[in-house]
C-alpha cells in the first residue's frame, strides 16, 4: 500500500536548525505484493461483468438490475478495500461482496437455461481450465429455416453457446415436423415436463414429451425467427417461417400464448393441398363440375367443414380458379395462410375490427371477395348487402350443411335476408386414402365380414 511521512520536529525554542536536516524528505512507499494481488482480484470481476451484460439478454433476466448489481457490488468493496487501513480485512469484504453478486447471478440464471449451458458446475470449470474457454457446442443441420422475412437462418457464434443449442433443437424438432407429413403441431406445458402433438393425416398422435427448459429454449427461438416479441411470454401472437428439407418447401404458421405452466406454442403447416388447382383437391367430377359452375357466378358461396376438413384449401383453390390480372381479387382473414400474387389481402386481428375492415375493402369495388369466416352481424350485413353486385366466398367451421345454414341465418338475424343471396353451402369431409405406393391387397376372413 501507499505511505506518506511528513514529520515536523518543534522544540520548546522553535524550530531546531539541527533537527531539519535529520527530518527525511516526503516519500512514497508501496508495496509490489499488494499492487499484483489487488490487480489479480479485480481482473476476474472486469472480465465477468461484460459477460453478465450480454448474457441477462440471452436468458432473459433485467438487464439494467443485474448490471447494476454486479458493477455496484464490485466498485464499492473495491473503494472499502482501498480505503481500509486493514488490507486483509478489505480483501476479504472485496472477495465476499463480489462472489456474492456473481453466484447470486449465475445460480439464478442457471435454473433458465439447459443442463449444457449451466455456468461453474463441474463440466464448466473442467473445460475452461483445459482449454480456456467454454465447451464447444457443435451445429446440426437437418433442415434449412427461413425468418418471416424470408432470409435463411444461420447457425449461432461459436461463443453463443445457448443460441447453438436452441438452434439445434430447433433443427431436430422442426426435421421431424416435416418428416412425420404433420399438419398441426402443438406443444402444451405441464408441471414437469411439455407434450408434444403431431396431427398427421388428420388423427393426433403423441410424441416424447419434452423438457420444460428444452420447450422454452426451442419456443424461443422460433419465435425469434418468426418475428415475434421474445420478451412477451403471456399475450397471444402469431408470425410465419418456412422450412427446406431437400426438394420439400413447407410453410408454417407460428402461434404462441401464455398458459399458467408457460409458453404454449401451435404450429399449422400449409398443407400442399392449398397450392394446388380446385381439380386437384380430390372432388368427385359431378361436385367439382357443380362448385365451378357455381363459381362463374354472382352470389353468395358458403364452403363450410370441421377444423381440419380443408375449408381454407377450397377457398383458396375457388379464388384461384379466377384470373387476378383480369378481376379484382381480395381477401379478408384472421390468418393469411398463402400470399397470392396481384391479389389484395387483408388481415384482421380479431371479429370487433372486422367488419370496419371489410367495409373498407368493399370500397376498393373487388369483384371476388373472399372471407374466412363471419362471427358478427355487422359484417354479415356488409356480406349480404356485396352479395348482390359481387361474388362472396365465405368460410364456415359446421359439421353439415344444414349447421351452417343455421349458423348463417343466426348471424344474419333475419332468415329471409340470410338466404336471398344465397347460391349454395357445401360441406366438405376430408377422408383419408392408403398410399398409392405402399397399399397392399386384403380379403378379409368371412367369419369377420359376418361380424
Same mark, same amino acid.
Given at each position: ?23 527525511p ?10 499492487i499484483?494481488l489487488?490487480l489479480?482480484?479485480?481482473?476476474p470481476?472486469?472480465?465477468?461483468a461484460?459477460w453478465?451484460d ?19 457490488? %464490485?466498485?464499492f ?5 482501498l ?18 453478486a456473481i453466484?447470486?447471478?449465475a ?9 449444457? *449451458?449451466? +455456468?461453474?458446475?463441474s463440466?464448466h ?10 465447451e ?19 447457425p ?12 439445434n433443437l430447433?433443427?431436430?424438432?422442426l426435421?421431424?415436423? +416435416?418428416?412425420?407429413r404433420?399438419?398441426?403441431v ?11 402433438k ?23 427461438f422460433?419465435?425469434?425467427?418468426a418475428?415475434?416479441? +421474445?420478451?412477451e ?5 402469431? %408470425?410465419?417461417?418456412?422450412?427446406e428439407?431437400g426438394a ?8 404462441? *400464448?401464455?398458459?399458467?405452466?408457460g ?7 400449409v398443407?400442399e393441398? *392449398? ?8 372432388m ?11 363459381n ?8 363450410s367443414?370441421?377444423?381440419?376438413? %380443408?375449408?381454407t ?5 375457388l379464388?384461384?380458379?379466377h ?5 379484382n381479387?381480395?381477401?379478408?382473414e ?5 400470399d ?9 386481428t ?17 369483384d ?19 352479395s348482390?353486385?359481387k ?7 359446421a ?11 343466426k348471424v ?7 338466404? *336471398? ?13 392408403l398410399?398409392?405406393n ?6 378379409p376372413?368371412?367369419d369377420?365380414?359376418?361380424?
Open positions: 500500500m501507499v505511505d506518506y511521512y511528513n514529520v515536523f520536529i518543534l522544540t520548546s525554542s522553535g524550530l531546531d536548525s539541527s533537527a531539519i536536516g535529520a527530518v524528505e516526503s516519500s512514497f512507499h508501496f508495496s509490489i505484493f499488494k499484483i489487488i489479480l482480484l479485480i481482473f470481476w472486469l472480465k465477468i461484460p453478465v450480454k448474457d441477462t439478454k440471452v436468458v432473459h433476466l433485467p438487464r439494467t438490475l443485474w448490471n447494476l448489481l454486479v458493477i455496484s457490488s %464490485g466498485a468493496s473495491l473503494l472499502l478495500w480505503l481500509l487501513p486493514w488490507f486483509a480485512v478489505g480483501s476479504l469484504l472485496y472477495i465476499v461482496f463480489t462472489a456474492s453466484l447470486t447471478y445460480l439464478i440464471r442457471d435454473k433458465r437455461v439447459v443442463p449444457e *449451458a449451466k +455456468v461453474l458446475t463440466r470449470l473442467k473445460s475452461v481450465f483445459t482449454s480456456g474457454k467454454s464447444r457446442v457443435e451445429t446440426i443441420h437437418r433442415v434449412k429455416i427461413y425468418d418471416h422475412t424470408g432470409r435463411p437462418v444461420g449461432p457464434p461459436e461463443d453463443q453457446i445457448d443460441e447453438r443449442i436452441a438452434y430447433a433443427q431436430n424438432f426435421h421431424d415436423v +416435416v418428416l412425420f404433420a399438419s398441426e402443438d406443444l402444451m406445458p405441464a408441471k414437469t415436463q411439455t407434450a408434444v403431431f396431427v398427421v393425416d388428420g388423427v393426433g398422435h403423441n410424441r416424447p414429451p419434452m423438457e420444460i427448459h428444452q420447450a422454452e429454449k426451442l419456443i424461443d422460433i419465435k425469434k425467427v418475428g415475434m416479441n +421474445v420478451e411470454k403471456r399475450r397471444p401472437q402469431s %408470425g410465419k417461417i418456412a422450412i428439407a420439400v418447401t413447407v410453410d408454417m404458421d407460428i402461434n404462441t *400464448a401464455g398458459t399458467m405452466q409458453q404454449r406454442l401451435q404450429i399449422h403447416i398443407q393441398t *392449398a397450392k394446388t388447382n380446385l381439380s386437384e383437391l380430390g368427385p367430377e359431378d361436385i367439382l363440375a357443380k362448385l365451378e359452375e357455381l362463374k357466378q354472382k352470389g353468395l358461396l358458403i364452403v367443414g370441421q377444423r381440419g376438413s %380443408g375449408v384449401s377450397t377457398l383458396y383453390s379464388l384461384r380458379r384470373d387476378a390480372y383480369i378481376k381479387l381480395a381477401t379478408i384472421k390468418h393469411i395462410t398463402i397470392l400474387e396481384n391479389v389484395t389481402q387483408i388481415q384482421y380479431d371479429q370487433t375490427d372486422m367488419p370496419a375492415k371489410l367495409a373498407s375493402l368493399l370500397r376498393r369495388d373487388p371476388v371477395v373472399m372471407v374466412d369466416a363471419c362471427q358478427t352481424p355487422q359484417a354479415a350485413q356488409l356480406i349480404c348487402d356485396a348482390q353486385e361474388q362472396i366466398l365465405l368460410g364456415s367451421t359439421s353439415s350443411a344444414l349447421v351452417a345454414l343455421a349458423k348463417w341465418v344474419v338475424g333475419d332468415a329471409q335476408k340470410a338466404v *336471398a343471396p344465397l347460391k349454395a353451402i357445401t360441406c366438405q369431409v376430408l377422408l383419408r386414402k398410399c398409392p405402399c397399399k397392399e391387397s386384403y380379403s376372413r368371412r369377420l365380414l359376418a361380424k
